[in-house]
Nanobody, 123 residues
Framework: VQLQASGGGVVQVGGSLRLSCTVS????????IGWFRQAPGKEREFVAAISWGGGGTYYADSVKGRFAISRDNAKNTAYLQMANLKPEDTAVYYC?????????????????WGKGTLVTVSS
């Protein structure tokens, strides 16, 4: 199983970025996808999750209204559209998948993890 996050970079405050998570090695349509982030010196925290069919989403309060999670099941890819970025959004962003037909927000509920992509928001 492989999850590959991409799309990170350096962006100014108020800017936008779109992260992608391409998944292989599992039946994508059976798995929810979650995005997490980890800032230097801090624990990894939940950002957003989307159900396996795409009909259900959930966001951390800190990103609600600014970030949008989506998925394209035909491409085995999930996305995190980030807007109005703030310096506190600076972190390594990870995508992850829980067991089949499971929708969870706790990182402990996720089985498969990809390597992260760094997002730096500069002021």
């Amino acid at each position: 199983v492989q999850l590959q996050a991409s799309g990170g970079g350096v962006v100014q405050v108020g800017g936008s970025l779109r992260l992608s998570c391409t998944v292989s090695g599992l039946t994508f349509t059976n798995h929810a996808i979650g995005w997490f982030r980890q800032a230097p010196g801090k624990e990894r925290e939940f950002v957003a999750a989307i159900s396996w069919g795409g009909g259900g989403t959930y966001y951390a309060d800190s990103v609600k209204g600014r970030f949008a999670i989506s998925r394209d099941n035909a491409k085995n890819t999930a996305y995190l559209q980030m807007a109005n970025l703030k310096p506190e959004d600076t972190a390594v962003y990870y995508c992850a998948a829980p067991p089949p037909n499971t929708f969870v927000v706790s990182k402990d509920g996720y089985t498969y993890w990809g390597k992260g992509t760094l997002v730096t928001v500069s002021s």
